[in-house]
Structures are given as C-alpha cells and as structure tokens.
C-alpha cells in the first residue's frame, strides 16, 4: 500500500498509475511515457508524437451539458482536452529556464499573460453534490464533511478575499446543477486518479470536480486531497511543476508566487517534498493572500 499511494501522488504519477497495467511493468510504462514526452516536447506540432503522447494517457468521459465529454488525464489531477496539452506541450518546449531551477511556490495558472484567478463579482463559489452518482449515503455523506472542512480552510486563509464557498444542498438531489458554480461528482468505474479537477478560466460546463472509489481508501488524508483539488479550482498549479529533481516537469503558463515550499499544499510526493496530510502551509497562505488580496 506504501508504495501504491507513493506512486499515486508523486509527480510521476501519470507514469505508473494513469496508464492501464497489463502485462508489462510499472517501470516500463514510466519508461513509455517518458519517452514519449520527451519526444513531443522537441515537436509539439507533431501529431503523430503528440497522438503517441496521448494514447498513453487515461481517457476520461463523462456528461456535460447534455453532451458526453472526453478528456485526457493529464499532470495527474487535471482534465485536459487535446488542444489544451498541445498548448502546454508548446509553451513548455519554449520555456527557457533551466531543469535544474527551483520555481516559485505556489504558483498562480496564466492565461494569455494573466492570472486565472476568480473576479471579484464571482467569489461566491457555489457547489453542488450529486447524489445520484454515489454508491451509499456514507460516502456521500464523508465528501459532504470533508468538502466543508477543506473550503472553510481556504476561506480561513484569507477573511479579506472574499472567497466563500456555498454547498447548494437543495440540488444534490437532482439533475440539472446549473445553478451551482461547479459539481461534485463520483465516477464509480474510474481508477486513473483519486480526485481531478479544473481552473477558474474553464467553461461552465467543465467545472467538474470528480471522484474516484479510491478516494475513500486511500491512506493520503481526505479532507487533504479535496484541499489540494479546491486549490486548483482557485487556480493554482502544482508546485512541483517546475525544476524539482524526481518530480515530473510541467507544461502551461504559470507565474510564481512565492518562495519554493516543499511542504504545500499542492505538492505531490516527489522529490522529497509533499506530505500526505497536504495541509496549507504558511507559504501557502501567503501566497494565496498575494493573489486574492484587494
């Protein structure tokens, strides 16, 4: 189990367990996937490098909007479509700063040279639960606790930023949840990540924070894994994403915040850092306030 769950959350998660295991190795399928990334990055126009890159990865679908969705697991927890990891995979073969460098912590997502971050007018961040999709009112009811406990903390960090998290409890029993900022959903099938979820400059409809089985026995800490997924609804990317020996490097545009943290809250365990409580962190806090703050 220890050696499972390091693999889960380390950088290179999206080596050993995103990829389905047949008969081969977990190290030959890392061996695979690194391979193919360092391919497309040398040419992330190629399609051919790409759609090999791709083929490696977890495919999830699920409905949004009335319309099944597919899309790619990818940097572990975040749903991604073709596009959007050709764009990172672009970016990330013209970064110019070094492997060896250690980024900022807590590092804010960019898009076309700004923050994603949630407007002032869009700081009520309303959820909801679907109920429907959960096998048994106890697992419903743990999210519903531990979703609370993980919103109050990122509120708690910052009074002063306006960011509040509602639970929309009378749509948790119905179908349409368009009148929630995003959902909670469990895909009962799923088994290429614990937890995935999005940026606050995704579209309505991809506003999904989705749940595997595994996340209720997994020995990382609960209320942590939804602390880490709500900070990637807040917009901020993994820490690790840059430099860190033994983690996975990232693609995208990305700004840091602070100084490198190897304890927060949106490390995985690799490299030496991360911690399975992923707790935020002081760094975290402040770096969270730098980008909310009026």
């Known amino acids: 189990m220890r050696e499972r769950l390091r693999k889960l959350l380390m950088c290179t998660a999206i080596f050993a367990f995103l990829v389905p295991i047949t008969h081969r190795s977990a190290h030959s399928e ?65 970064d110019p700063v070094s492997a060896g460098v250690m980024s900022g912590e807590l590092l804010i997502n960019m898009e076309s040279g700004h923050p994603t971050v ?22 419903y009811s743990e999210v519903l606790r531990n979703i609370s406990k993980a919103t109050k903390d990122w509120e708690d960090a910052c009074p002063a930023c306006g960011i509040s998290f509602q639970h929309r409890a009378d749509l948790d029993g119905g179908s349409d949840f368009s009148r929630a900022m995003f959902t909670i959903k469990l895909k009962p099938d799923e088994t290429a990540f614990i937890a995935a979820s999005f940026f606050p400059n995704d579209q309505p409809f991809r506003r999904v924070l989705i749940m595997a089985p595994s996340y209720f026995t997994t020995d990382v ?18 820490e690790h994403i840059q430099g860190i020996a033994g983690c996975f490097s990232e693609g995208g545009e990305w700004k840091p915040l602070t100084a490198y943290d190897s304890r927060s809250v949106m490390h995985y365990i690799c490299g030496g850092g991360g911690t399975p409580e992923l707790q935020l962190t002081p760094t975290d806090i402040a770096g969270h306030r730098k980008a909310y703050s009026p």
């Open 118 to 139: 949630w407007a002032k007018n869009e700081r009520n961040l309303t959820y909801a639960i679907d109920r429907a999709s959960f096998d048994s009112d106890q697992h």
């Open 221 to 238: 800490d609960h209320v942590g894994v939804l602390r880490h997924e709500i900070g990637h609804i807040l917009g901020y990317r993994h």
């Open 30 to 94: 890392e061996k695979e996937v690194a391979a193919a990334y360092r391919q497309v990055i040398s040419a992330p126009n190629d399609p051919v490098l790409l759609d090999n890159f791709l083929r490696l990865l977890p495919v999830v679908s699920h409905q949004e909007g009335g319309a099944l969705r597919t899309y790619y697991v990818f940097e572990g927890d975040l749903l991604q479509t073709r596009a959007q990891i050709q764009a990172a995979l672009r970016n990330k073969s013209q």
